[in-house]
């Protein structure tokens, strides 16, 4: 079967940096998506990851490693705005079309 | 442009009724997905359509049937609906061989069952 780990909540401080994982247990692994989704909205990606190691895109960087089943979305320079739900997604199979299995999800607050 | 678009934004139907949820992408993106999504829950996957043919099915209650009139469009019709399938149900696309078939997601319709 899948299994998808988050830590359900957290809290940082605008201005801050806030490290949020995510482990994975996964049969055919084939990727590993970060979406970012505010109350009430749909999803939006943030990054995929599917070789080891370190996407970094302006404030957002994803970091995996593959062996451990391990993920973390790194956040800079917090913002208000990236008060959210943060979900760490795991594609496995290798058709077209593959499906992507959701975390519970992590909320994040940030305080000022 | 990465938009999917959906509608309606927000539905109400009784149990008796029958109603569609429409689903558009202008992306030539050949893979269209169904979700479900409760509160402060993750979005579950209920169908898959992959070259405008339905792979995957989650095991959806027949009251629930997706129809793909063409590779743009994906549609969701609702008959007999339980007040336990009021949901945010979210449409998604990717094209199977660009960016990791990464999913854009469209803002959603949320369905109230009275």
């Known amino acids: 079967g899948q299994n998808i780990d988050q830590p359900t909540e957290m809290t940082a401080t605008e201005g801050a940096i806030v490290q949020i994982n995510c482990t994975y247990q996964t049969s055919g692994f084939n990727g590993l998506f970060w979406y970012q989704q505010h109350a009430g909205e749909a999803p939006t990606f943030l990054s995929y990851n599917v070789l080891d190691g370190l996407e970094e895109k302006g404030r957002f960087s994803s970091f995996l490693s593959r062996s451990k089943g391990y993920s973390y979305l790194l956040l800079k320079e917090l913002q208000m705005k990236d008060s959210a739900s943060y979900l760490c997604?795991?594609?496995?199979?290798?058709?077209?079309?593959?499906?992507?299995?959701f975390g519970s999800g992590t909320r994040l607050s940030i305080r000022p | 442009d990465t938009e999917v678009t959906q509608t309606p934004k927000h539905l109400v139907m009784g149990m008796t009724n029958k109603k569609s949820l429409k689903c558009e992408q202008h992306?030539?993106?050949?893979?269209m997905y169904w979700y479900k999504q409760k509160a402060k829950k993750p979005p579950e996957l209920m169908f898959v359509y992959s070259y405008e043919k339905l792979s995957i099915n989650e095991s959806v209650p027949s009251r629930f049937s997706p129809e793909c009139p063409n590779s743009s469009l994906l549609n969701l019709h609702l008959h007999a609906l339980q007040p336990e399938d009021s949901a945010l149900y979210l449409c998604?696309?990717?094209?199977?061989?660009?960016?990791?078939?990464?999913?854009?997601f469209g803002p959603g319709t949320r369905l109230t069952v009275l």
């Open positions: 992306m030539g993106h050949r893979a």
């Open positions: 998604a696309s990717s094209h199977p061989t660009y960016g990791g078939d990464t999913q854009y």
């Open positions: 997604a795991v594609r496995s199979g290798y058709s077209s079309a593959s499906k992507i299995i």
